[in-house]
Protein backbone atom coordinates (compact mmCIF):
# COMPACT_ATOMS: atom_id res chain seq x y z
CA UNK A 1 0.00 0.00 0.00
CA UNK A 2 1.84 3.59 -0.94
CA UNK A 3 1.85 6.47 1.05
CA UNK A 4 -1.03 8.12 -0.09
CA UNK A 5 -3.49 5.00 -0.02
CA UNK A 6 -2.18 4.84 4.05
CA UNK A 7 -3.27 8.30 4.39
CA UNK A 8 -6.17 7.57 3.11
CA UNK A 9 -7.10 4.95 4.69
CA UNK A 10 -6.37 6.40 8.17
CA UNK A 11 -8.49 9.41 7.49
CA UNK A 12 -11.78 7.11 6.78
CA UNK A 13 -10.57 4.61 10.03
CA UNK A 14 -10.62 8.05 11.82
CA UNK A 15 -13.73 9.13 10.91
CA UNK A 16 -15.91 6.25 10.88
CA UNK A 17 -14.63 5.27 14.36
CA UNK A 18 -16.96 6.01 17.41
CA UNK A 19 -16.99 5.61 21.22
CA UNK A 20 -18.91 4.87 23.35
CA UNK A 21 -19.26 3.34 27.08
CA UNK A 22 -23.42 3.45 27.61
CA UNK A 23 -25.64 0.91 26.25
CA UNK A 24 -29.55 0.94 25.89
CA UNK A 25 -31.81 4.13 24.52
CA UNK A 26 -28.52 6.57 25.61
CA UNK A 27 -26.55 5.08 23.47
CA UNK A 28 -25.35 7.70 20.50
CA UNK A 29 -27.24 6.96 17.02
CA UNK A 30 -25.20 9.98 15.40
CA UNK A 31 -21.75 8.60 14.88
CA UNK A 32 -20.03 11.95 13.85
CA UNK A 33 -21.23 12.96 17.51
CA UNK A 34 -19.94 9.28 19.22
CA UNK A 35 -16.59 11.03 17.44
CA UNK A 36 -16.37 14.30 18.86
CA UNK A 37 -17.13 12.59 22.10
CA UNK A 38 -13.72 10.72 21.94
CA UNK A 39 -10.86 12.30 24.13
CA UNK A 40 -8.65 13.16 21.09
CA UNK A 41 -5.33 11.65 20.92
CA UNK A 42 -3.12 15.13 20.67
CA UNK A 43 -0.74 15.40 17.58
CA UNK A 44 2.75 15.14 18.62
CA UNK A 45 5.32 17.76 18.47
CA UNK A 46 7.28 17.44 15.27
CA UNK A 47 10.59 16.76 17.59
CA UNK A 48 8.63 13.93 19.37
CA UNK A 49 7.67 11.62 16.16
CA UNK A 50 11.13 10.35 15.11
CA UNK A 51 11.12 6.64 14.41
CA UNK A 52 7.96 4.25 14.30
CA UNK A 53 6.93 4.95 18.20
CA UNK A 54 4.28 7.48 17.20
CA UNK A 55 2.72 5.54 14.36
CA UNK A 56 2.37 2.70 16.34
CA UNK A 57 0.50 4.61 19.37
CA UNK A 58 -1.39 6.35 16.54
CA UNK A 59 -2.46 2.87 15.32
CA UNK A 60 -3.44 1.48 18.56
CA UNK A 61 -5.61 4.98 19.01
CA UNK A 62 -7.69 4.20 16.08
CA UNK A 63 -8.01 0.00 16.76
CA UNK A 64 -9.18 0.48 20.33
CA UNK A 65 -11.70 3.52 19.13
CA UNK A 66 -12.76 1.03 16.72
CA UNK A 67 -13.17 -1.91 19.09
CA UNK A 68 -15.24 0.37 21.30
CA UNK A 69 -17.35 1.30 18.67
CA UNK A 70 -17.85 -1.90 17.33
CA UNK A 71 -18.09 -4.41 19.95
CA UNK A 72 -18.03 -1.99 23.15
CA UNK A 73 -14.83 -3.85 24.37
CA UNK A 74 -13.76 -3.75 27.55
CA UNK A 75 -9.77 -3.79 27.09
CA UNK A 76 -10.37 -1.61 24.04
CA UNK A 77 -11.04 1.00 26.75
CA UNK A 78 -8.23 -0.09 28.97
CA UNK A 79 -6.07 0.34 26.19
CA UNK A 80 -6.91 3.66 25.10
CA UNK A 81 -6.24 4.79 28.97
CA UNK A 82 -3.23 3.60 29.36
CA UNK A 83 -1.95 4.80 25.80
CA UNK A 84 -3.21 8.25 27.31
CA UNK A 85 -1.53 7.72 30.47
CA UNK A 86 1.80 7.01 28.35
CA UNK A 87 1.19 10.15 26.22
CA UNK A 88 0.99 12.42 29.07
CA UNK A 89 4.41 11.56 30.03
CA UNK A 90 6.04 11.86 26.86
CA UNK A 91 4.24 14.87 25.57
CA UNK A 92 3.37 16.80 28.75
CA UNK A 93 -0.04 17.65 27.93
CA UNK A 94 -1.45 16.33 31.63
CA UNK A 95 -4.33 18.57 30.98
CA UNK A 96 -5.75 16.89 28.02
CA UNK A 97 -4.54 13.25 29.10
CA UNK A 98 -4.90 12.45 32.66
CA UNK A 99 -8.45 13.39 32.92
CA UNK A 100 -9.30 12.09 29.62
CA UNK A 101 -7.75 8.45 31.15
CA UNK A 102 -9.78 9.06 34.64
CA UNK A 103 -13.12 9.73 32.12
CA UNK A 104 -12.68 5.96 30.44
CA UNK A 105 -11.12 4.18 33.71
CA UNK A 106 -14.17 5.24 35.53
CA UNK A 107 -16.99 4.77 32.91
CA UNK A 108 -15.21 1.05 32.36
CA UNK A 109 -15.07 0.33 36.51
CA UNK A 110 -18.72 1.36 36.46
CA UNK A 111 -19.69 -2.18 33.98
CA UNK A 112 -21.34 -4.14 36.82
CA UNK A 113 -20.68 -6.83 34.72
CA UNK A 114 -16.57 -6.34 34.17
CA UNK A 115 -13.77 -9.24 34.23
CA UNK A 116 -12.44 -9.30 37.38
CA UNK A 117 -8.72 -9.68 36.03
CA UNK A 118 -9.58 -6.32 33.55
CA UNK A 119 -11.64 -4.95 36.75
CA UNK A 120 -8.16 -5.49 39.00
CA UNK A 121 -5.89 -3.75 36.04
CA UNK A 122 -8.41 -0.99 35.67
CA UNK A 123 -8.02 0.06 39.80
CA UNK A 124 -4.42 -0.11 39.27
CA UNK A 125 -4.19 2.15 36.51
CA UNK A 126 -6.65 4.32 37.96
CA UNK A 127 -4.08 4.35 40.97
CA UNK A 128 -1.44 5.36 38.61
CA UNK A 129 -3.14 8.34 37.32
CA UNK A 130 -4.37 9.48 40.64
CA UNK A 131 -0.73 9.63 41.63
CA UNK A 132 0.44 11.48 38.38
CA UNK A 133 -1.92 13.86 39.39
CA UNK A 134 -0.70 14.71 42.78
CA UNK A 135 -3.44 12.97 44.70
CA UNK A 136 -2.05 10.50 46.61
CA UNK A 137 -4.25 9.91 49.56
CA UNK A 138 -6.91 8.65 47.14
CA UNK A 139 -4.22 6.78 45.06
CA UNK A 140 -3.03 4.59 48.39
CA UNK A 141 -7.12 4.34 49.09
CA UNK A 142 -7.57 2.54 45.38
CA UNK A 143 -3.82 0.87 45.02
CA UNK A 144 -4.96 -0.89 48.21
CA UNK A 145 -8.58 -1.82 46.50
CA UNK A 146 -6.64 -3.47 43.66
CA UNK A 147 -3.91 -5.40 45.87
CA UNK A 148 -6.51 -7.08 48.06
CA UNK A 149 -7.66 -8.30 44.82
CA UNK A 150 -4.16 -9.64 43.39
CA UNK A 151 -1.74 -9.17 45.79
CA UNK A 152 0.67 -11.20 43.33
CA UNK A 153 1.21 -8.40 40.58
CA UNK A 154 4.37 -6.56 40.55
CA UNK A 155 2.56 -3.15 38.75
CA UNK A 156 0.10 -3.15 41.55
CA UNK A 157 2.85 -2.97 43.84
CA UNK A 158 4.43 -0.16 42.63
CA UNK A 159 1.96 1.97 42.26
CA UNK A 160 0.58 0.99 46.48
CA UNK A 161 4.79 1.63 47.25
CA UNK A 162 4.51 5.01 45.75
CA UNK A 163 1.69 6.08 47.35
CA UNK A 164 2.70 4.83 50.46
CA UNK A 165 6.18 7.09 49.88
CA UNK A 166 4.34 10.04 49.04
CA UNK A 167 2.26 10.03 52.27
CA UNK A 168 5.39 9.25 54.36
CA UNK A 169 4.86 5.73 55.51
CA UNK A 170 8.59 4.94 54.52
CA UNK A 171 8.16 1.57 55.95
CA UNK A 172 5.38 -0.15 54.39
CA UNK A 173 6.48 2.00 51.17
CA UNK A 174 9.77 -0.06 51.51
CA UNK A 175 7.25 -3.62 52.02
CA UNK A 176 5.74 -3.27 49.19
CA UNK A 177 8.82 -2.48 46.93
CA UNK A 178 10.18 -5.67 47.91
CA UNK A 179 7.09 -7.28 47.04
CA UNK A 180 7.65 -5.62 44.37
CA UNK A 181 11.24 -6.82 43.71
CA UNK A 182 10.17 -10.57 44.88
CA UNK A 183 7.46 -10.42 42.10
CA UNK A 184 9.39 -9.14 39.33
CA UNK A 185 13.06 -7.42 39.44
CA UNK A 186 13.06 -5.00 36.36
CA UNK A 187 13.42 -1.72 35.42
CA UNK A 188 10.50 -0.10 37.13
CA UNK A 189 11.25 -1.84 40.43
CA UNK A 190 14.87 -1.53 40.45
CA UNK A 191 13.95 2.20 40.15
CA UNK A 192 11.50 2.24 43.15
CA UNK A 193 14.54 0.54 45.41
CA UNK A 194 16.74 2.92 44.32
CA UNK A 195 15.01 6.40 45.41
CA UNK A 196 14.56 4.07 49.07
CA UNK A 197 18.10 3.40 48.84
CA UNK A 198 18.76 7.29 48.54
CA UNK A 199 16.20 8.08 50.89
CA UNK A 200 17.47 6.17 53.79
CA UNK A 201 21.09 7.68 53.09
CA UNK A 202 22.73 5.10 51.07
CA UNK A 203 23.52 6.95 47.67
CA UNK A 204 25.93 5.05 46.36
CA UNK A 205 23.16 1.95 46.56
CA UNK A 206 20.77 4.00 44.92
CA UNK A 207 23.52 4.84 42.23
CA UNK A 208 23.90 1.15 42.05
CA UNK A 209 20.53 -0.42 41.48
CA UNK A 210 19.30 2.91 39.21
CA UNK A 211 22.20 1.42 37.04
CA UNK A 212 20.32 -1.94 36.96
CA UNK A 213 17.28 0.08 36.21
CA UNK A 214 18.60 1.33 33.35
CA UNK A 215 20.37 -2.14 31.63
CA UNK A 216 16.81 -3.86 32.76
CA UNK A 217 15.62 -1.10 30.13
CA UNK A 218 14.80 -1.02 26.20
CA UNK A 219 17.69 1.33 24.68
CA UNK A 220 15.77 4.76 23.23
CA UNK A 221 12.53 3.83 25.11
CA UNK A 222 10.18 6.33 26.69
CA UNK A 223 10.50 4.52 30.37
CA UNK A 224 14.45 3.83 30.22
CA UNK A 225 15.29 7.80 29.77
CA UNK A 226 13.09 8.86 32.42
CA UNK A 227 15.16 5.89 34.32
CA UNK A 228 18.53 7.25 32.98
CA UNK A 229 17.47 10.63 33.75
CA UNK A 230 17.30 9.60 37.11
CA UNK A 231 20.28 8.35 36.75
CA UNK A 232 22.12 11.31 36.06
CA UNK A 233 20.44 13.56 38.66
CA UNK A 234 21.90 11.28 41.25
CA UNK A 235 25.36 11.74 39.83
CA UNK A 236 24.65 15.69 39.66
CA UNK A 237 23.32 16.38 42.89
CA UNK A 238 25.80 13.99 44.52
CA UNK A 239 29.26 15.52 42.78
CA UNK A 240 29.30 13.64 39.77
CA UNK A 241 28.95 16.54 37.13
CA UNK A 242 31.36 14.36 34.36
CA UNK A 243 29.37 10.93 34.52
CA UNK A 244 25.88 13.00 34.93
CA UNK A 245 26.90 14.37 31.23
CA UNK A 246 28.00 11.33 29.30
CA UNK A 247 24.48 9.79 31.27
CA UNK A 248 22.25 13.04 29.42
CA UNK A 249 24.62 13.11 26.48
CA UNK A 250 23.87 9.16 26.02
CA UNK A 251 20.03 10.04 26.39
CA UNK A 252 19.71 12.11 23.53
CA UNK A 253 21.85 9.81 21.65
CA UNK A 254 18.86 6.99 21.82
CA UNK A 255 16.15 9.51 21.91
CA UNK A 256 16.56 12.45 20.17
CA UNK A 257 15.19 15.93 21.11
CA UNK A 258 14.01 14.05 24.50
CA UNK A 259 13.43 17.39 26.89
CA UNK A 260 14.10 16.34 30.24
CA UNK A 261 17.41 15.42 29.15
CA UNK A 262 17.88 18.66 27.19
CA UNK A 263 17.08 20.39 30.24
CA UNK A 264 18.96 18.55 32.48
CA UNK A 265 22.23 19.88 30.34
CA UNK A 266 20.51 23.14 30.40
CA UNK A 267 20.95 22.64 34.67
CA UNK A 268 24.45 21.45 34.23
CA UNK A 269 25.37 24.72 32.69
CA UNK A 270 23.49 27.13 35.01
CA UNK A 271 25.97 25.07 37.81
CA UNK A 272 29.05 26.21 35.93
CA UNK A 273 28.02 30.05 35.20
CA UNK A 274 26.68 29.34 31.85
CA UNK A 275 23.79 31.12 31.69
CA UNK A 276 23.58 31.75 27.88
CA UNK A 277 24.22 28.65 27.26
CA UNK A 278 21.77 27.29 30.07
CA UNK A 279 18.91 29.63 28.19
CA UNK A 280 19.42 28.13 24.92
CA UNK A 281 19.04 24.44 25.60
CA UNK A 282 15.75 25.43 28.29
CA UNK A 283 14.59 27.36 25.11
CA UNK A 284 15.11 23.98 22.69
CA UNK A 285 13.65 21.77 25.47
CA UNK A 286 10.77 24.47 25.81
CA UNK A 287 9.77 24.22 22.33
CA UNK A 288 9.20 20.64 22.39
CA UNK A 289 6.99 20.47 25.18
CA UNK A 290 5.57 23.04 27.62
CA UNK A 291 7.00 21.38 30.75
CA UNK A 292 6.52 24.07 33.49
CA UNK A 293 9.86 22.58 35.26
CA UNK A 294 11.91 24.59 32.28
CA UNK A 295 9.98 27.73 33.08
CA UNK A 296 11.20 27.54 36.24
CA UNK A 297 14.67 26.95 35.19
CA UNK A 298 14.14 29.88 32.78
CA UNK A 299 12.73 32.00 35.90
CA UNK A 300 15.72 31.40 37.98
CA UNK A 301 18.23 32.44 35.26
CA UNK A 302 16.42 35.57 35.24
CA UNK A 303 16.52 36.26 38.48
CA UNK A 304 19.83 35.18 39.13
CA UNK A 305 21.09 37.62 36.12
CA UNK A 306 18.42 40.45 37.33
CA UNK A 307 16.98 40.35 34.14
CA UNK A 308 13.57 42.27 35.99
CA UNK A 309 11.03 42.73 32.57
CA UNK A 310 11.82 38.74 31.63
CA UNK A 311 11.67 37.32 34.86
CA UNK A 312 8.67 39.10 35.87
CA UNK A 313 6.64 38.08 32.54
CA UNK A 314 7.87 34.13 32.66
CA UNK A 315 6.69 34.52 36.34
CA UNK A 316 3.17 35.30 34.87
CA UNK A 317 3.55 32.09 32.35
CA UNK A 318 4.41 30.02 35.02
CA UNK A 319 1.54 30.98 37.49
CA UNK A 320 -1.24 30.36 34.77
CA UNK A 321 0.32 27.42 34.23
CA UNK A 322 0.15 26.19 37.76
CA UNK A 323 -3.42 27.72 37.75
CA UNK A 324 -4.34 25.33 34.62
CA UNK A 325 -2.81 22.54 36.49
CA UNK A 326 -5.32 23.06 39.71
CA UNK A 327 -8.39 23.25 36.93
CA UNK A 328 -7.36 20.16 35.45
CA UNK A 329 -7.62 18.16 38.74
CA UNK A 330 -2.87 18.14 38.94
CA UNK A 331 -2.67 19.18 42.67
CA UNK A 332 0.92 21.47 42.05
CA UNK A 333 0.45 22.68 45.58
CA UNK A 334 4.10 21.38 46.52
CA UNK A 335 5.48 22.67 43.67
CA UNK A 336 3.82 26.39 43.49
CA UNK A 337 5.00 26.83 47.26
CA UNK A 338 8.65 25.82 46.24
CA UNK A 339 8.55 28.23 43.49
CA UNK A 340 6.96 31.33 45.21
CA UNK A 341 9.63 30.56 48.44
CA UNK A 342 12.62 30.32 46.15
CA UNK A 343 11.70 33.01 43.80
CA UNK A 344 9.57 35.69 44.73
CA UNK A 345 8.45 37.66 48.52
CA UNK A 346 4.85 35.89 48.14
CA UNK A 347 5.72 33.49 51.60
CA UNK A 348 2.09 34.09 52.70
CA UNK A 349 0.87 32.51 49.84
CA UNK A 350 3.35 29.95 49.45
CA UNK A 351 2.46 28.99 53.33
CA UNK A 352 -1.43 28.81 51.76
CA UNK A 353 -0.30 26.01 49.25
CA UNK A 354 2.03 24.24 51.65
CA UNK A 355 -0.59 24.11 54.30
CA UNK A 356 -2.62 21.76 51.92
CA UNK A 357 -0.21 19.72 51.51
CA UNK A 358 1.10 19.45 55.00
CA UNK A 359 -2.79 18.50 56.05
CA UNK A 360 -2.48 15.93 53.40
CA UNK A 361 0.41 14.11 54.42
CA UNK A 362 2.34 15.87 57.38
CA UNK A 363 5.24 12.83 57.61
CA UNK A 364 6.17 13.73 53.85
CA UNK A 365 9.93 14.79 53.70
CA UNK A 366 9.79 16.59 50.88
CA UNK A 367 6.98 18.45 52.64
CA UNK A 368 8.54 18.74 55.51
CA UNK A 369 11.83 20.30 54.08
CA UNK A 370 9.30 22.75 52.37
CA UNK A 371 7.80 24.09 55.44
CA UNK A 372 11.54 24.07 57.42
CA UNK A 373 12.18 26.09 54.57
CA UNK A 374 9.18 28.43 54.96
CA UNK A 375 10.05 29.39 58.94
CA UNK A 376 13.68 29.50 57.85
CA UNK A 377 12.77 32.25 55.60
CA UNK A 378 10.07 34.47 58.20
CA UNK A 379 12.96 33.80 60.84
CA UNK A 380 10.45 31.53 62.76
CA UNK A 381 13.97 28.97 63.46
CA UNK A 382 12.26 26.69 66.38
CA UNK A 383 8.94 25.69 63.75
CA UNK A 384 12.15 25.60 61.11
CA UNK A 385 13.68 22.88 63.47
CA UNK A 386 10.66 21.02 64.43
CA UNK A 387 9.83 20.12 60.31
CA UNK A 388 13.66 19.59 59.90
CA UNK A 389 13.42 17.06 62.64
CA UNK A 390 10.64 15.12 60.71
CA UNK A 391 12.64 15.95 57.09
CA UNK A 392 16.00 14.35 58.83
CA UNK A 393 14.22 11.25 59.88
CA UNK A 394 15.30 8.68 57.11
CA UNK A 395 19.22 9.93 57.27
CA UNK A 396 18.19 11.59 53.88
CA UNK A 397 21.42 13.51 52.38
CA UNK A 398 20.10 15.02 49.58
CA UNK A 399 22.25 18.43 49.62
CA UNK A 400 18.85 20.62 49.94
CA UNK A 401 18.71 18.60 52.97
CA UNK A 402 21.79 19.13 54.43
CA UNK A 403 22.35 22.64 53.14
CA UNK A 404 19.12 23.40 54.98
CA UNK A 405 20.45 21.28 58.13
CA UNK A 406 23.87 23.57 58.62
CA UNK A 407 22.04 26.92 58.30
CA UNK A 408 19.03 26.20 60.23
CA UNK A 409 21.69 24.91 63.07
CA UNK A 410 23.91 27.81 62.52
Known sequence: ????????????????AAFTLFKGKDAPTDRISAINAIPKLLDRNKDLQSGSEWADRQNIYVASRNKIVDKNDPMAHYNLAALFVSEARITGEHGHYYPAALEIIEKLLSDKELDEDLKFSALTLKAGVLLSLHQFDKALEISKEAIEMNDYNAQ?????????LEMGDYENAVKATDRMMDIRPDLRSYSRASYLRELHGDTQGAIEIMQYAVQAGYPGSEETAWAQLTLGDLYRMYGNTENARATYEDILAHRENYPFATAALAQLKSDEGKLDEATHLLEQAIAVIPEIGFYIQLAEIYKSKNQTEKFAEIMADIDEMFEDDRKSGHNMDLDYANTLLSLTDRDDEAKKYLDNEYNMRPENIEVNMSMAKYYQKIGDIQKAKQHLKVASKTN???PDLTNLQADINK
Open 1 to 16: MNQLKIILFLAVAMTV
Open 396 to 398: FQH
Open 156 to 164: AHGVLADAY
